[in-house]
């Protein structure tokens, strides 16, 4: 009886937790990725890194996250108003997580990984 209650326990679980994962439909193909390079342009908007196998230039918004020496302290002093080019530079090696929808490819996270000198 005891293990015929936990496999109910656990058939439960899994209806639970497979309840809460939606389907992708054809329409919302998103991919995402990690790149890692070095930067060979950035402004405000954009940054481009060579990797090592090709070239990347990705949108900058709102909503990607710099992860770098002392930019998560001025940021949120200065209410997250800070250019990306206060914290990374051509030169420097990244790493990016981004995601491509509709051709596009957006950062959502940049590290700087080793600042170029």
Do not use: C, W
């Not at 497979?18 to 439909?25: D, L």
């Not at 001025?74 to 090696?93: E, F, H, M, N, Q």
């Not at 509709?102 to 996270?109: D, T, V």
């Amino acid at each position: 009886m005891q293990n015929f209650n936990r496999l109910l326990i656990l058939g439960a679980a899994i209806v639970g937790f497979t309840a809460g994962i939606a389907p992708v439909s054809a329409q919302t193909t998103e991919a995402r990725g990690i790149a890692e390079g070095k930067v060979t342009s950035v402004s405000a908007s954009h940054m481009t890194i060579a990797s090592s196998d090709r070239d990347f230039t990705f949108a900058i918004t709102g909503a990607t996250d710099i992860l770098a020496r002392g930019a998560s302290k001025a940021t949120k002093a200065a209410g997250k108003g800070i250019p990306l080019t206060t914290y990374v530079r051509s030169g420097d090696l990244v790493s990016v997580r981004y995601h491509k929808l509709a051709g596009a490819i957006a950062a959502s996270e940049i590290r700087v990984r080793t600042a170029g000198r």
